[in-house]
């Protein structure tokens, strides 16, 4: 027995399986597409540092394909104007989790819808392997401005995710700091 726990345990590792998330309950994709604010993120990548100042809320939109595939638009301002990216997140047999191609890091990365009440807020974590572990905590709203107690779940989340408190952000809503919308680095909606 202990054998086979051990063996399960090492196949996880080596499969990238981010073990201990769970994805929403009864996770309805329907309901959950539309348009989404990345309000809050948590990371920790040393490339993110730099571009920690400058992140703003940014926007995306989420559209279910008849395959249970679904396409992820997210728009970043960037010098030459505003720029539309369109992600195409892959199924996967559990409902929330999904898997998709990152080009930069030329890796899979894993996206769980960890909680949502569709019409309010939504917990995603996003995990990937490139030498080390490296996993992003994002909070959407459908709305730029969500409740303090919506805020703090995120926090909370993330940090029993083991994020510092310094790697978890709530970026300003557009006309707080007279910056656009959207993301200003490409780094984040591609994390």
């Known amino acids: 027995m202990k054998i086979a726990l051990v ?6 590792l080596l499969t990238g399986i981010n ?3 769970q994805p929403q309950k009864n996770f309805d994709l329907q309901r959950f597409a539309g348009k989404w604010y990345r309000v809050g993120l948590a990371y920790d990548s040393p490339g993110f540092v730099p571009y920690r100042n400058r992140l703003t809320v940014s926007m995306g939109v ?3 394909k008849e395959n249970g595939d679904v396409n992820m ?5 960037k010098s030459s104007g505003c720029q ?6 892959e199924k996967t047999s559990v409902p929330g989790v999904f898997n998709y191609y990152s080009t930069r890091h030329r890796r899979v990365k894993d996206v769980t819808v960890v909680e949502t009440n569709y019409t309010e807020y939504a917990l995603v974590l ?6 080390k572990e490296f996993t992003q905590v994002s909070l959407y709203g459908r709305t730029k ?4 107690d919506v805020l703090e779940k995120f926090r909370a989340y993330a940090t029993a995710r083991g994020f510092s408190k310094e790697s978890i952000l709530t970026p300003p ?5 007279g910056k656009s919308l959207f993301t200003l680095s490409g780094h984040v909606s591609h994390a």
């Open 84 to 89: 539309r990216k369109v992600y195409v997140y």
């Open 7 to 12: 063996t399960i345990f090492l196949l996880m």
């Open 73 to 77: 638009t997210m728009w970043s301002l």
């Open 126 to 131: 996003k995990h990937k392997k490139i030498n």
């Open 62 to 64: 989420v559209e279910p």
């Open 145 to 148: 401005r969500l409740r303090a």
């Open 19 to 21: 073990a201990g998330v």
């Open 173 to 177: 809503a557009a006309g707080k700091t």
